[in-house]
């Protein structure tokens, strides 16, 4: 079965900092992999998404990702933080179709 | 292009009701999936529709079901409502079955 493991419910850092939000996943079969963001009081939306080929991902909004296939790790980072970046982000795992597992979520807290 | 609309965004309902949750996809999308948000278990896959056809369902009781008509537009139905069925119900779309999907904002259900 697949999972989804984010290291960290709650990450706070300062305005220009570097965002780095973990996930590790367990799949048995080579994985979709994406990072979505919730703003308050609004759905999903994809920041990025990983299937094969380049293992560095880049997304919207200047996040990218990394899938280290070694450690079943797809790490999401910005080299500065926005206060506009403040938000929930949700690790996403797929073997197939659009049939996610999620993980619980990062809320990242960006200080001025 | 319209993004995906969900109605109704809030709705108040007893034990033992039973709930009707409506989905219009983005113009051109044959795929929609609903997915159920709550505190406690996160971000959990409902089911997934394809041209009509149910493709996945995920591990819920039979009280709840959906569908999908041929204009692509997707309902979702929970019966005999219990206090846990409180939470926001999200409906995504997309134009294949690929992970990526867009999110509409959520119907935000309360059982009393």
């Known amino acids: 079965a697949q999972s989804v493991t984010q290291l960290g419910s709650h990450v706070s850092v300062s305005e220009g900092a570097l965002v780095l939000l973990r996930c590790n996943y367990s799949s048995s079969v080579p994985p979709y992999l994406f990072w979505y963001v919730q703003y308050p009081n609004q759905g999903l939306q994809l920041l990025l998404k990983y299937t094969t080929g380049a293992t560095l991902v880049k997304g919207i909004n200047g996040f990218e990702a990394e899938f280290k296939k070694s450690e079943t790790s797809f790490h999401l980072t910005k080299p500065s933080a926005h206060m506009s970046d403040a938000a929930e982000y949700f690790c996403?795992?797929?073997?197939?179709?659009?049939?996610?597992?999620f993980g619980a979520g990062t809320i990242l807290r960006v200080k001025s | 292009k319209a993004g995906v609309t969900q109605t109704p965004r809030y709705l108040i309902k007893t034990r033992g009701q039973q709930v009707t949750l409506s989905c219009s996809p983005i113009?051109?999308?044959?795929?929609v999936s609903w997915y159920q948000q709550t505190p406690g278990q996160g971000l959990q896959f409902l089911f997934e529709y394809f041209s009509e056809t149910q493709r996945n369902k995920g591990n819920f009781p039979g009280r709840f079901s959906g569908r999908q008509f041929s204009n692509s537009r997707s309902e979702m139905n929970v019966s005999t409502l219990e206090l846990g069925d409180s939470a926001l119900y999200l409906c995504?779309?997309?134009?294949?079955?690929?992970?990526?999907?867009?999110f509409g904002e959520g119907s935000r259900l309360t059982v009393l």
């Open positions: 995504a779309s997309s134009v294949e079955l690929t992970g990526e999907l867009f």
């Open positions: 113009s051109g999308h044959r795929s």
């Open positions: 996403a795992v797929s073997k197939y179709g659009n049939k996610l597992v």
